[in-house]
């Protein structure tokens, strides 16, 4: 592991509107439900190639782009918005996920880095070099406890980067019942914790594992009312029901976990004809918010996308 700059300390917390949709959440933040006249649809820039995003506790999206790794952020009260942090030839931004203490943590794909920037200044604050194998793909991120863990979809690994404080980036190897898809293919992608907090729930090539975070010991999670999460990409989970977003097949699953989380039950699918191939979701109030990747489409510069919002 190194580091191109300085470990950063802990932000001051944004400040955020009070909760007004309590719901037993994995989110970390209090939220405020969206107004009915909020937009459920808004635009990136064109040739844009998103494919992660995050909400805090206030309601601003913060949206990253395959194309340099540029980070957009826009105002879900009106749909405007604006480039937070520049891209660079080279870099990507997969998945990303906001700290209440205001820093994004940003999964630089084929680049196998972890990247922390200030979501107030777009400033670029501290880069981990998180594998040096020949052909990495940092997929995607969570927040849980003191570390940000990332998963590498070229590889069976998680790893952790110390949340806002000194440490060493740790690399947990995954065992058990994990089967590592080959390259190129559908593999680990994205990550939550556990309802009890004790591991976290990872999708991997169609299925989900939970995996114990001492051990690195990972269980496959029957699933019941099908067979596989086909294209599952993103995940968000509110208590114990687990959303995974099935990115080529244009819909939502939803999921009810058991006690342990060793078992999820089908409870309902969630589809819009504004469905895109869309990738990642991120809740806010008593919606989500996704981005349309279109991997079917031409990713060209003149190439449109957007984000969209469903109730939940």
């Known amino acids: 592991m190194t ?22 959440a994995g989110t ?5 439900a969206p107004a009915s006249g909020w937009p459920t649809e808004f635009p990136l820039p064109d040739g844009w190639l998103p494919e992660g995003i995050t909400i805090g506790s206030r309601p601003y999206a913060y949206m990253g782009s395959r194309a340099d790794g540029a980070i957009y952020r826009t105002d879900l009260r009106t749909g405007r918005g604006g480039v937070l942090h520049e891209g660079t030839a080279g870099l990507a ?3 990303l996920k906001l700290d209440r203490d205001g820093l994004l943590y940003v999964a630089g794909g084929a680049g196998g880095t972890a990247r922390i ?5 777009g400033e670029l604050l501290t880069t981990y070099q998180l594998t040096r194998d020949a052909a990495p793909f940092i997929n995607d991120v969570v927040l849980h406890e003191d ?13 952790g980067v110390p949340r806002g404080r000194r440490g060493e980036v740790r690399a947990l190897p995954l065992t058990g019942e994990w089967v590592q898809a080959p390259a190129g293919t559908n593999s680990a992608n994205g990550l939550v914790a556990t309802p009890d907090g004790r591991g976290l729930i990872v999708v991997n090539a169609g299925q989900l594992y939970t995996v114990d975070l001492r051990s690195g010991h990972a269980t496959k999670v029957t699933l019941k009312g099908a067979s596989d999460v086909a294209g599952g990409d993103g995940l968000v989970r509110l208590g114990r029901t687990l959303y995974v977003v099935q990115n080529r097949l244009n819909k939502i699953t939803v999921w009810d976990l058991g006690r342990k989380a060793t078992s999820a039950t089908l409870t309902r699918t969630i589809t819009d004809p504004r469905f895109d191939v869309p990738t990642t979701a ?14 079917t489409s ?3 510069p003149q190439t449109t996308f957007n984000a969209v919002a469903v109730s939940l």
């Open 3 to 24: 580091r191109n700059h300085p470990q950063p300390s802990r932000r001051t917390v944004l400040g955020g509107a009070v909760a007004a949709l309590a719901v037993a």
């Open 93 to 95: 931004s997969i998945g």
């Open 147 to 159: 570390r940000a863990w990332f998963t590498d979809s070229r590889a069976a690994v998680l790893h």
């Open 28 to 32: 970390g933040t209090a939220q405020a």
């Open 117 to 121: 920037v200030d979501a107030r200044t």
């Open 298 to 300: 031409p990713q060209t």
């Open 282 to 295: 991120a809740r806010y109030g008593d919606r989500l918010y996704l981005v349309n990747a279109r991997f």
